[in-house]
């Protein structure tokens, strides 16, 4: 039996070199030919690579085995082909008669082999693979093929005793498919070590999120839910970290001679148990993202494997005259017992992808070697970034690394940098320290464009009110495209950061228009008493008690005026000063008594022609809706405050996340604990604005010009009491009858008849005056007080604030009726007329806004809007409104309000009576 040869066993190194007339051995001629076979056999070994480069794939096909055409290399640098597609359709034991061939002995003993011939009429040879029989527990199901060179030495001299022809060796190559059965392949199959071998042998290594709960309340809650993720991450980490090693050695031990693994997990551990382990929370939230960094590297690591088939200098033992290609019959892993192509370093278009894993195994060390959470009171930048969607290497280095150290961070930073001997270019909060050079150096004056997220750093340990200052500061200073808002770690309302100012909303713009009503009835007030005054002084000379009615008036002007003028002074103020000083209460109610007794007081001389200014500030009742206001708007200020405790706002921003910064566009959440120091960060994707505005309240308002100064100078007139004038009537009477009197008191026999007549002509006269006067005064009472009642829409509803909504929509309707008017004056100046179109077109804007805020307020408090209901005259009120509203943008902006609104309600009632309204 002769040997395979394997002829990379033994290299040849030299040839010999002829001169004239020498006379050539048969090793001089055979070093030349056996030196240039093994350089193109190494050639092909080391500079192209071996196995199966294309085709070669097998298929069963009607008791016929089909072989595609393809090309493969074994590691003695044998070529084997097949020109086209081949058909076998015989078959034969390969047996140990053949050339012995290593690996197919165990232990001295031959595995069961089987040769496949190709369909020749002309040399039938072997048997019909239907006919052919396998031993028991064979089958073609558990073959393998196998493409092997056959390589031996033929002897064919002829020798006789006394002597022999040297004829020479023949060489013989022969390629032969063969099947072997599934079991027998553990000396067919050898371990390569290629990268891409050694990514299957590396665990995989996932990263869980930190959940927060809605009922997390303290720092140590916060830091527990961190410390019980990160023991999960380190766990997975370090089972990972010792298998890199093993598996990755033959390509890696350039940069690491030795196993960096022990080293690594000592540092991890003295991590956890150190600088993390116990009560100690301070940097938690980066430790997480420091083991995600690691998690992140050495998963970019492990996936770059996967690519690389490379095999640098295979050794020629592993398949040297074989090429397995694949199950007989193929599962549904066709690539399964078959080789595939292992290129040379030289020859491989991925070989960068072999460098670039190797150089992300040095980021991983240097991340391990320099993670450090830095202390508190550190200077708080804010560094242009790439959110996690991009790769590691590709943002800003966290400022948990510190710079310059054995392993320098920027330096292992990011291959294509490194490759270009640009690491100064990496962006970082500690860019100072390198020497950065381009957007690096200054990273906020440079186009940010290509960056989606920004690193906020520094703030940490801080005062929370100096951290959140800070960063505005750079928001304003730099235009940066997100937002920055502060949430207590804690439950003392109290405790509670807020930006300098107040939530200014439309309920305090409400507030001040009432404020602002009571400002100028005051004044009317004020101007009221003084000329009723002067009525006094001049019309009650012929009263028996006339000095004592110009005394009551003098005193109770002078007191109104000072009332008056006092509680005028303290509601004209900005809301703050408002709140801050309620002794306007007691002010006010001093005037309505004082107004109220001065009237009174004047009852028997007074006439009122239709309502003053005393009956109208006596009278209404929106002065009290002021403290009604004032209750709503504490409540709306304690519940915003409530958003601002941890546990709600989780409940109201699930998005919540810790990511070391913000993305473009979203919102840095600053927690503090109740000393209001930083403990924590987190994200929100989106604009989360707090409305702080300032107080907008003009306090130069001037009063409307629509009710004459005449209707406040004329509601009264001085008369003479009843008294007065019953004692004229009867001096009158006396000075007409007394000569008939004198008279008739003669004639004792008519004395009953003219007693009776006088009595009756007194009677007539003075209930005649005195009845018209009483019916007229009725009737103007009456007339003034049916107006103003029909007038206050939304004054007897139920729901005060809803009445109050729907008074404002009817007032500001009326306001852009009354404007619309005065603009088409047909004798009007052109300034004028413009003037109030634009007055008008403002006004509609305000009608706008108070339809959309009645409707809301409908459908977010659930107003019932079916049959005679409050909710359905609110609604008929916001649709006669809309008629008013002339301004296409304006009224398209409402129409598509109240859309939104219709798809978004689940007050049904209303949602029909919009549908029907839209329609």
Not at 433 to 447: E, H, M
Not at 480 to 492: D, K, M, N
Request: aromatic content about 10%; some cysteine; charged content about 25%.
């Amino acid at each position: 039996m002769t040997d395979t040869l394997q002829l990379l066993k033994q290299i040849t190194t030299g040839y010999s070199v002829f001169e004239p007339d020498q006379v050539l051995t048969e090793k001089q001629l055979n070093s030349l030919s056996d030196y240039f076979d093994d350089q193109t056999r190494l050639t092909r070994l080391f500079g192209l690579g071996v196995g199966i480069a294309a085709g070669l794939r097998v298929t069963v096909q009607e008791n016929q085995v089909i072989v595609t055409k393809g090309v493969g290399l074994t590691t003695d640098g044998d070529l084997l082909y097949l020109a086209q597609d081949t058909v076998f359709d015989r078959i034969q034991p390969y047996d140990a008669s053949k050339p012995k061939y290593a690996p197919f002995y165990i232990e001295n003993t031959m595995i069961t082999v089987y040769e496949l011939l190709p369909h020749s009429p002309e040399t039938p040879d072997g048997t019909s693979l239907k006919d052919f029989s396998f031993p028991t527990g064979t089958s073609l199901n558990t073959l393998v093929a196998l493409l092997l060179m056959e390589s031996y030495e033929k002897d064919d001299d002829l020798c006789s005793g006394t002597d022999c022809d040297n004829l020479g060796k023949d060489r013989l190559n022969t390629p032969r498919l063969l099947l072997v059965d599934q079991s027998a392949l553990k000396t067919l199959q050898p371990d390569i070590p290629t990268p891409h071998q050694a990514f299957s042998q590396l665990d995989d290594v996932t990263v869980d999120r930190v959940t927060i709960p809605t009922n997390l309340s303290t720092l140590s809650e916060l830091a527990q839910r961190y410390r019980t993720t990160c023991n999960t991450i380190h766990d997975r980490l370090v089972a990972a970290l010792g298998k890199i090693y093993p598996n990755c050695s033959a390509f890696i031990s350039e940069i690491f001679p030795s196993d960096p693994a022990p080293t690594w997990v000592t540092k991890l551990n003295n991590l956890r148990n150190r600088t993390f382990g116990g009560n100690n929370s301070f940097g938690i939230q980066y430790y997480y993202d420091f083991l995600k960094d690691v998690s992140e590297t050495y998963t970019q690591f492990r996936d770059r494997l996967w690519d690389d088939q490379t095999w640098c200098c295979p050794n020629p033992d592993s398949f040297p005259k074989h090429l397995l290609l694949g199950n007989l019959i193929p599962g549904e892993d066709p690539e399964v017992n078959r080789f595939g192509f292992y290129p040379s370093p030289i020859t491989s278009s991925t070989i960068d992808h072999l460098n670039q894993a190797k150089f992300l195994l040095q980021t991983l060390n240097a991340l391990i070697e320099n993670f450090q959470v830095p202390a508190a009171g550190t200077a708080i930048r804010i560094t242009p970034s790439l959110f996690e969607d991009q790769p590691l290497a590709d943002r800003a280095i966290p400022y948990y690394y510190a710079p310059n150290g054995r392993f320098p961070i920027h330096s292992a930073w990011n291959y294509q940098l490194h490759q270009r001997r640009r690491d100064e270019y990496n962006y970082s909060y500690h860019a100072s320290s390198y020497r950065a050079k381009g957007g690096a150096a200054s990273p906020l004056t440079t186009q940010l464009g290509r960056f989606s997220f920004f690193r906020i750093e520094g703030h940490l340990g801080q005062p929370v009110t100096a951290a959140i200052a800070a960063i505005e500061q750079e928001i304003a200073a730099r235009n940066l495209p997100f937002t920055v808002r502060t949430v207590l770690l804690g439950s003392e309302r109290s405790r509670v950061v807020k930006k300098p100012g107040i939530r200014y909303t439309d309920l305090h713009r409400f507030h001040y228009v009432l404020r602002r009503d009571a400002f100028h009835q005051l004044d009317e007030v004020g101007k009221f008493s003084d000329r009723l005054k002067k009525m006094v002084d001049a019309n009650v000379g012929q009263e028996s008690n006339a000095s004592t009615l110009r005394q009551a008036a003098e005193q109770s002007n002078n007191v109104l005026l000072g009332k008056v003028t006092t509680s005028r002074t303290k509601l004209n103020r900005s809301y703050s000063s408002y709140v801050a000083d309620a002794s306007w209460k007691t002010d006010l109610s001093d005037t309505l008594r004082t107004a109220g007794e001065y009237k009174f007081n004047l009852s028997d001389v007074v006439k009122t022609e239709f309502t003053t200014p005393f009956d109208s500030i006596l009278s209404q009742t929106h002065l009290q809706w002021l403290d009604w206001l004032d209750d709503l708007i504490k409540r709306k200020d304690e519940k915003a405050d409530d958003k601002l405790l941890f546990k709600n706002f989780v409940v109201d921003h699930t998005a919540i996340e810790h990511f070391g910064g913000v993305v473009r566009g979203g919102t840095f959440i600053l927690v503090h604990d109740s000393s209001q120091t930083v403990v924590a960060d987190f994200m929100l994707p989106y604009y989360w604005e707090d409305v702080v505005e300032e107080e907008a309240e003009d306090l130069t308002w001037t009063k409307p010009t629509i009710r004459p100064d005449w209707i406040i100078e004329n509601g009264v007139k001085v008369i003479p009491s009843l008294s007065t004038v019953f004692t004229d009537k009867i001096t009158g009477f006396k000075r007409e009858f007394e000569p008939i009197w004198e008279e008739k008191l003669n004639l004792q026999k008519n004395y009953f008849d003219v007693f009776k007549q006088s009595v009756t002509l007194m009677s007539d006269v003075v209930q005649k005056d005195y009845l018209k006067i009483f019916q007229d005064s009725v009737t103007l009472t009456s007339n003034v007080i049916t107006k103003r009642t029909t007038d206050k829409v939304g004054v007897n509803f139920a729901d005060p604030l809803l009445g109050v909504k729907v008074s404002e929509t009817e007032l500001n309707r009326q306001k852009v009726d009354i404007l619309r008017q005065k603009a088409q004056q047909p004798d009007l100046p052109a300034d004028q007329r413009k003037l109030f179109e634009q007055q008008a077109k403002d006004a509609e804007v305000l009608l706008a806004r108070s339809i959309q805020d009645t409707t809301t307020y409908i459908s977010t408090t659930g107003v019932d809007v079916s049959g005679n209901s409050e909710g359905l005259q609110a609604m008929l009120t916001v649709s006669d409104s809309m008629k008013s509203i002339t301004q296409a943008e304006t009224l398209k902006g409402v129409q598509d309000n109240l859309v939104g609104l219709q798809k978004q309600t689940k007050n049904t009632g209303l949602k029909v009576t919009l549908g029907n309204l839209l329609r």
